[in-house]
Structure formats: C-alpha cells, structure tokens
C-alpha cells in the first residue's frame, strides 16, 4: 500500500515536472514566434524619413524587436522629399526587386506619416503585390501644417528660402543615409500632403478612407487589409527636445493632434486606437526611445499589431 503511495507520488511529480518543461517549451517557441507574419513587413518612412542615417535608425528599436521575435522585417527607403504619387512609384519598384530575390509573393506595408499615401498607392496599381497597408500618423485628409506652409508670408524670396533649406536639409540626410543621388522637392511633398491635393489623391484612390469625418473606412478592398492608428498628444515627456517643436505646430490644429496631424485625418480602415499619448515622432520610437511614462512602449505597438497580423493570417 505504502509502495502504491510513493509510485502515485513520484508519478504525479513526474506529470508536473514534464508538464512544466512543456508549458515552457511552448511559450519559449510562442516568444520567438510572436511577431512572425506570413508576409514579410516592409516599413515605409515619411517626408525626411530615412532608414539609417549615422547610424540612427528611422524606425528606432522597432526592427530589432520585431525580428526577435520571428518577423521578417525590411526597410523601405524612397525619396525623403517628394509627392506620394511619385514615392509610391518608387516603393513599387522597391517591392518588385523585393519580390525577386526573396521569392515572397507579397508584403504588408507599415507607413509613417507619408509613408501612409506612398503604401496606399502602391495597393491601388498594384494590390497583387501587398497584402495589408496599415498607417501610422498618416494625414490621409491632409494636414493643417502643410495647409499653413503653402499659404505662408514673406513672398518669392521667403519661398525660395524656404524650399532650400528643406531640399538641403533632405539633401544631407540622403547623403547620411547613402542615397546622395535622390533629388529632394520639398513643394512637391509639401503640397501633397496639404487639404486640397489629398483630396485629390482620395479621389483617385479612394481605398480604406472614410466616407464620414472621423469615421472608419473599409477594411478588406481588393483583397487588401487596411488598418491605422495614431497619437493625439504633442507635449508627452519634457526630456524630449523635439516635443517643443511639436507643441508649436500643433497650434495649427482646432482639433487633438500629434503635432502634424490631426486624429481624424489619420482614420484608415481599421481604426486600431487614435488616442495614444504620443506625437508625432513618438509614433516610431523616438526622440530615442523617449515617451510618455504611462502610455504603452511605442515598440510593444509595433509587437501587438505584427501579432495581430499574423492571427489574420497575413
């Protein structure tokens, strides 16, 4: 009876200990896996957006992380300065060498700010080639910053100096970023993303955006999936120098924004959250790695909705 008592014991302890090391072996094999999708990621910048420039990353700590945990992560880069009709040009040649080398029938594209535009043309000329856009701080509706850049004071000569030094400026971060050869037109990707001409570009592609004001769009079209979400925050930690700049232009807005765009104005298909406390910097992790202290890590986004990505099967 006493020997049936201690083979019970040992039996059970035994039961426990195998399924422990199972219970760990999973969640080890769920960590690694978390972020890998079925398609690769391919993050796409916005106006003065780089990859990596002296060794800054754009998407600062969101790569590293997401491949850590099993996705397969590429970097986009397009012109810093141009229209999104014109970036999107490029980010579909892009997607076309990608396709040929990596042996991948499609992508989901991530896209910051103009990012946004630039992923949703390639989608409408070309939707065989991604599988999902998902837009990060996008001004799809336009953004009053460049409403107000366009109607600006100071004449021809304003103007002129205006357009130099952002086309300068652009210049030297193509060069940081080993693209010295692309041509910069600060007007170009200005206007684009004013009022009027994303009015435009709705209109000739129409896919993901909201028939109401701040309402959602369609989220399946052409067998594209569309998400969004944005901050409606500028001021969110004082260590961070660039939220002053933020705070400043955010003073364009009668509405919540991050700085540069307004919360409505970034709704795409699946709003996923419109609200976080972050602006418009914050939304790809930095000023490096600086956030608001009680708002969720901006990496964890990325993290949750790569892993939402992979649980519809994209």
């Not at 970097?75 to 060498?97: C, F, I, K, M, N």
């Not at 004001?213 to 120098?241: H, I, P, Q």
């Not at 996923?272 to 790695?289: A, S, T, V, W, Y």
Request: hydrophobic share 40%.
């Amino acid at each position: 009876m006493k020997m049936s008592i201690k083979l019970g014991a040992w039996l059970f302890g035994a039961t426990l200990v195998v399924s422990s090391v199972s219970s760990f072996a999973a969640e080890k094999r769920s960590a690694t896996q978390y972020t890998k999708t079925r398609y690769p990621i391919v993050l796409v910048h916005g106006m003065f957006g780089f990859d990596s420039a002296l060794g800054v990353d754009y998407w600062y700590g969101i790569v590293s992380d997401l491949r850590r945990s099993g996705a397969e992560v590429y970097v986009a880069q397009v012109t810093a300065l141009e229209d999104s009709v014109r970036r999107g040009e490029e980010l579909l040649h892009y997607l076309e060498e990608l396709k040929a080398i990596t042996g991948h029938s499609a992508f989901n594209l991530i896209g910051h700010s103009q990012g946004g535009p630039t992923s949703r043309y390639v989608a409408a000329v070309r939707p065989d080639l991604v599988k999902s856009v998902s837009s990060v701080a996008s001004p799809h509706k336009g953004s009053k910053v460049a409403d107000l850049l366009m109607t600006k004071p100071g004449g021809n000569m304003g103007d002129k100096l205006l357009k130099t030094v952002f086309n300068g400026l652009a210049k030297l971060i193509g060069i940081a970023s080993g693209s010295p050869q692309d041509k910069q037109d600060f007007q170009r990707s200005l206007s684009s993303l004013s009022t009027y001409e994303s009015a435009l570009f709705n209109a000739q592609f129409p896919a993901g955006i909201p028939s109401s004001f701040c309402g959602e769009g369609e989220s399946l079209v052409s067998g594209v999936r569309y998400y969004s979400w944005a901050g409606s925050s500028t001021l969110t930690n004082v260590l961070d120098a660039s939220d002053y700049a933020l705070s400043a232009t955010g003073l364009a807005f009668s509405e919540e924004n991050d700085g540069m765009v307004a919360r409505c104005s970034s709704h795409l298909g699946r709003v996923i959250r419109d609200n976080f406390k972050m602006n418009h910097l914050d939304q790809i992790n930095h000023f490096f790695g600086i956030h608001h202290l009680f708002e969720t890590d901006p990496v964890t986004v990325y993290r949750q909705h790569a892993s939402r990505l992979q649980l519809a099967g994209l």
